[in-house]
């Protein structure tokens, strides 16, 4: 905890304690902080847990890595720092990117601006003085004038939503809250609830050690090899020679990730072409799938060619070809929901010690003392790992306790979608900052490129307010109403607006969807952030 921030304070403060308090000390967190402190600025971080590293702290499951090749999923801000990390894998593992996000902030002495071991509980946005009042569960409170969330938009886990949990005598665990203590897997009968990301990745590393391992499966998600591998001398060098080009073609590219993206049109190939170009695609792995051809995310015929041929790649791969037919994803088109990238996936269920449980016909009845009874079955389980998901872009908001003037919640005024202006701030509530937040490239950007950018835009507007004296901003509704109907124009042509899942806010009265991260593309975006800078922050409403 810094010198300015003080326990119990109950009376508004002439000047609040801290320029910017920073909620958060995940990827974004720490470079906020850093480049906060940095430009002279007073910054109190608060974290929950008990170290930096955000998601890569808690989300501490077996088989965790990014499915971003490390070279790309990195910092660039300390060029000496990015030619001095060897990732030792092509896509880093949790553990690695854990120690990785430590070793920035000692080198960038971030850690002693933050008050570690501190959820916020409340923070209160107070007019008249125009300021926030901070507190946290461990007793802290601090006022500060501007508010940073750098809280993520996938950090707030999903409560498992099965009736019985409390009756369970086995042992559960959450994927996106590991436990620190070891979780014995050796000899035990385990069940894994959900196929995402999450999922997918712990599947393949608690099947090697489960007596054995059930897969609790409603959607089949399409899964990809990564080819993972160790980083050579020569890689490593490669990049160490190009940092500066490698951030150019990070932000001068749609989505920053890395992987090669096709230029040609399937209708422009032959059959034979178009099957050597999904080849070469599978070949490289990971999330290049999603961008085999120009065409793939709005032409659904050219989807299913790309579709078709992952789910053939499931039954070359899965031995039973009943098996293989529910593996296979058939429900939605690949690339509307995030790609899992694995390393052997669908090969674990060629393993004997392996069960599917196919949800669409055996629905979870109840989590029983012994186990999880479906409408057919009764399994008996040692231990429960749920890999269902996070309450995304808005659960971290609402469990920080942000409340407005009128003591509404982000969550009140975003219940017909999350409207921002430029997914980093929204009406209402002054002075609030939401990196990557809805309305920005954010999940669909490289995170670490996208909290950098923020990060930095941030910083230079707070500068700016400073130099002109003004103590309080807010978008204007013109400019808020303008940004969230583009972020529409622009997802409405493609075939993710129809895909039900964690980026598409559903109104259930009409039916009517609202796409919430920008999919305009990361460089784009760039474009427009920086338009508006150098309009003198165009949009933005000051005092
Ligand atoms: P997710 O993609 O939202 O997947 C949640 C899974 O739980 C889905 O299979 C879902 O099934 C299932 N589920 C939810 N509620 C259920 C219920 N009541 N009964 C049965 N199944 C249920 O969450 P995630 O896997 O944690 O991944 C979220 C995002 O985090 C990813 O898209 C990715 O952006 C990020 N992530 C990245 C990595 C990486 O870099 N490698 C790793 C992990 C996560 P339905 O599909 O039927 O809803």
Redesign the pocket.
């Known amino acids: 905890m810094t010198s300015q921030a003080t326990h119990d304070q109950q009376t508004d403060p002439d000047t609040p304690d801290v320029d910017v308090i920073v909620v958060g000390a995940g990827m974004g967190g720490i470079y906020a902080v850093h480049r906060l402190v940095q430009s002279g600025l007073t910054v109190q971080g608060i974290e929950g847990a008990p170290s930096v590293g955000g998601v890569w702290h808690h ?1 501490s499951y077996p088989g ?5 090749e490390g070279y790309y999923y990195s910092y660039f801000f300390d060029p000496d720092l990015y030619r001095e990390w060897k990732w030792e894998n092509r ?1 880093p593992t949790q553990v690695e990117l854990e120690a990785y996000l430590n070793a920035v902030a000692d080198k960038h002495d971030v850690n002693r601006h933050f008050a570690f071991n501190n959820w916020v509980t409340e923070a209160q946005w107070v007019e008249h003085g125009a300021y926030y009042r901070v507190t946290t569960d461990a007793g802290l409170t601090v006022t500060a004038r501007f508010l940073v969330m750098a809280t993520g938009q ?1 950090s707030k886990p ?1 409560t498992p ?2 009736e019985g949990l409390e009756d369970f005598e086995g042992e559960w665990v959450q ?2 809250n590991w436990p620190k203590r070891p979780v014995q897997l050796e000899g035990r009968r385990i069940a894994v ?9 712990t599947v393949v590393e608690t099947a090697k050690h489960a007596d054995h391992l059930y897969v ?4 089949p ?1 399409y899964s990809v090899p990564a080819h993972n591998g160790p980083i050579s001398d020569e890689k490593h060098a490669h990049y160490a020679e190009r940092v500066h080009d490698t951030w150019d073609s990070i932000t001068g590219s749609f989505g920053g990730g890395g992987f090669p993206v096709g230029t040609v049109k399937a209708s422009e190939m032959t059959p034979e072409e178009q099957q050597a170009k999904l080849e070469e695609h599978w070949a490289w792995g990971g999330q290049s799938m999603v961008g085999v051809f120009p065409d793939q995310g709005t032409d659904p015929q050219t989807n299913e060619l790309v579709s078709e041929f992952v789910r053939k790649k499931v039954r070359e791969i899965v031995r039973d070809p009943e098996l293989a037919a529910k593996l296979e994803p058939k429900d939605y088109p690949i690339g509307t ?2 790609v ?2 694995d390393v052997g996936y669908y090969e674990v269920f060629n393993q004997d010690n392996v069960t599917l449980v196919d ?1 669409k016909t055996e629905p ?1 009845e109840r989590i029983t003392r012994t186990g999880i009874r479906t409408h057919s079955t009764e399994y008996e389980i040692d231990l429960i790992v749920f ?4 309450e ?1 872009f808005l659960g971290s908001l609402d469990r920080a306790g942000i409340r407005n003037a009128e003591g509404r919640r982000p969550g009140d005024v975003w219940q017909r979608g999350p409207k921002t202006y430029l997914g980093l701030m929204t009406r209402g509530f002054p002075n609030m900052f939401i990196l990557t937040g809805p309305g920005s490239p954010s ?1 669909l950007a490289n995170m670490f490129a996208g909290n950098v950018q923020h990060g930095d835009f941030v910083t230079d507007l707070l500068t700016y307010m400073n130099d002109h004296g003004y103590r309080r901003i807010e978008p204007t509704v013109e400019a808020q109403t303008e940004w969230s109907n583009h972020t529409q124009e622009v997802a409405k042509p493609l075939l993710r607006y129809g895909a ?3 980026m598409v806010h559903v109104n259930q009265d009409d039916q009517s969807r609202f796409f919430i991260p920008y999919v305009g593309g990361f460089n784009r975006y760039i474009q427009e952030c920086q338009r508006v800078a150098s309009n003198g922050y165009e949009g933005f409403e000051f005092k």
């Open positions: 989300n965790a890595r990014v499915d971003v896509y996938l999903r939503p099965f994927t996106a609830i959900g196929t995402g990301s999450s999922g997918v990745q609790f499966q409603r959607t998600n929901r995030r899992a990238v949800l979870i890999a269902v998901g996070f995304a999940v039900d899942n964690y």
